[in-house]
């Protein structure tokens, strides 16, 4: 340890990204009414949102850190009550393509909440805060759509700025409690649990299928979508789809599709009407690096910020100059599996480094 840093106290602040509507009830883009769309002032979250359509959303950060810190002095709100953080770090497994995720567990006491800093229109509600329920319960309430948001864990020093705390990044897995002591346990993973297989999936499912029966030599039909989407949202104006075990190359006009049948050695066939029609993902000559890419960012929804490509790029030069890969991937496939299988094919691991 640096002389610069012995002897100080250590502390541990918390952060948690909540959604928060930038609108201003009845004012401007919001169309809530009192009395019409509602019978009392939304808290600017989704769940209390009168009109959904109209949510602008925005970020409201809460911070926890423990009562017996000496918070930096920067004018931040900061809340008390953090009891405990306990870290794990990830786990290199090259069976599990992603291996284990390193994971959080941050408990926090609840306690009773005067809402000023959740709720915009505190001052108008008629009643006490202090006497509707504790800040937790209150808040869960309030943002039932936690899971995944984003979640920070920093570590410094008494009297060290904020911007020199180490920070450490996690995503909502879930909430539990209070419980009977009032304590509230929040799990989180970092931000590769996005990509798991039971949250991603490469294709995604096609909500399409056909409208009509389909003989074994046509070269055209019409599909329609299913639950309140559109063939054109669904399905690009070219490209591959798999309608039962048969592979067809198509190029779309509206809702039909123009069709080269029986590709990727499979045979035509005849299909029923109500047969799902699902778009399948093609990657030809593709670097290896800008398939994970691809996989994680627009298929397992990691944000792009969290990886630095231009580093990986320089990296596959070095070491995986060789492998420029296709393959068509026909039904949706867990993003994880996929990754598993291309680090084994091409010999390298995807970690992530929680601090940033």
Sequence with gaps: MSSGV??????????LDQDRCTRTFGVGGCTAVLGETGDRKCFNTLKTCH???????????????EARSTIPRDGTVYIPSLLSVQSRPMRIEPSKGLGTRASVKIVLQDHPSDDHQVDPYV???????????????????????????????????EGQPLSEYRVRHYFIERIQGPDATGRVTITAKDVLKLADDERAQAPRPTQVVLQDDVEEDATSFVVKPLFGTTVGAELPASGYVRVGKEVMKF?????????????????AESHDAGDSVQLCLQYEGERVQDIVY???????????????????????????????????????????????????????????????
């Design 294 to 356: 691809d996989l994680l960012v627009n298929y397992g929804n990691v944000p792009a910020d969290f990886i630095d490509k231009a580093q990986w790029d320089a990296e596959a030069n070095v070491w995986l100059a060789g492998y420029n890969l296709s393959t068509l991937i026909t039904e949706p496939t867990g993003v994880n599996k996929l990754l598993s299988e291309l680090s084994e094919q091409c010999l390298f691991f995807i970690w992530w480094d929680e601090e940033q």
């Design 251 to 267: 190029t779309r006009s509206g809702s039909t599709l123009n069709v080269q049948r029986a590709q990727f050695n499979t045979e």
């Design 123 to 157: 001052g108008e509600r008629g009643y006490d805060p202090m006497k509707r329920g504790t800040f937790w319960t209150k808040w869960l309430a309030r943002n039932p759509y936690y899971q995944n948001r984003p979640i920070r864990v920093l570590h410094g020093y």
């Design 6 to 15: 012995s002897g100080r106290k250590p502390v541990t602040i918390v952060e």
């Design 51 to 65: 009109v959904p359509a109209v949510f602008n959303k925005g970020i409201l950060t809460l911070r926890f850190t």
